[in-house]
């Protein structure tokens, strides 16, 4: 992987992390696409390590709020949305940690990308409809319950699929199961923090015991890629979605998961 290879996979896997479009999907997209080689581990943690920069960067207050909460040194609400963050981590947590690998090396296909890509598109698009169809229940995140909080930690772990998109999915259950756009973004990338983290950590272990050089030039050009490029999409999301609707998103994902289809066959 060359210098301009590491900026344009840093700023897509920044980019597409958090905007409902699945970063894996991208980085299997591209290189099959260009006929570059597949992102490596090394480059994996870098970027993993970068997009948990950005979120953790723009939502530390938030994360900080909810800390004291849970310790009892802070708003209890504050401490109760802290909870629901860490119980719908449990579920990603414990599926990536015993399915990881397989997950990588039976799953990881062009193929399987493309249709995860079609279906979850198709899914959010629906989603929204229906938001703007029925009146949303749920408008801010400490009115965010205990059943919501369940139905979006278990389709997070979706997410593992190549393909699906965490944020995509998450958001999508979140406007199924009556959150506001707003909210079911906002909850999603709260919720990214800890799931990121741990996806940061799983892979930064997994290089670290196979000896992997992460402290090369294009390393660190694809993680401050992906981290100034995460903090872009975060902030643009949170910005426009209260005018804008998930559509575009759906109907993206629907012609790129075509266009990789079109192009493994």
Known sequence: MNMLQALILGVIQGLTEFLPISSSGHLILVP???GWEQDGLAFDTAVHLGTFFSVAAVFWKDAWRMVLGVVGKGDRKEGRLGWMIVA?????????????????????A??????S???WGVILGAADVLTRIRKPSVRADH????????AIGAAQ??????????SGVTMSMGLLTGLDRRTA???????????????AVYVLIKSLQSGVNLLTPEMLVGFLAAALSGMVAIRLLLRVIERWSFMPFALYRIALGV???LHVL
Do not use: E
Not at 110 to 115: G, Q, R, S, T
Not at 185 to 199: D, E, I
């Open 32 to 34: 099959t696409m260009f």
């Open 88 to 108: 719908s981590t449990v579920p990603i947590v414990i599926v990536g940690g015993l399915f990881g690998d397989v997950i990588d090396t039976v799953l990881r």
């Open 110 to 115: 062009p193929i399987v990308a493309a249709w």
């Open 117 to 119: 890509l079609i279906v």
């Open 143 to 150: 009115a965010v319950g205990w059943r919501h909080t369940i």
């Open 157 to 166: 772990v979706l997410a593992l699929i190549p393909g699906t998109s965490r």
């Open 185 to 199: 973004v906002r909850f999603s990338f709260l919720l990214s923090m800890p799931s990121v983290g741990a996806a």
């Open 259 to 261: 266009i990789l289809i």
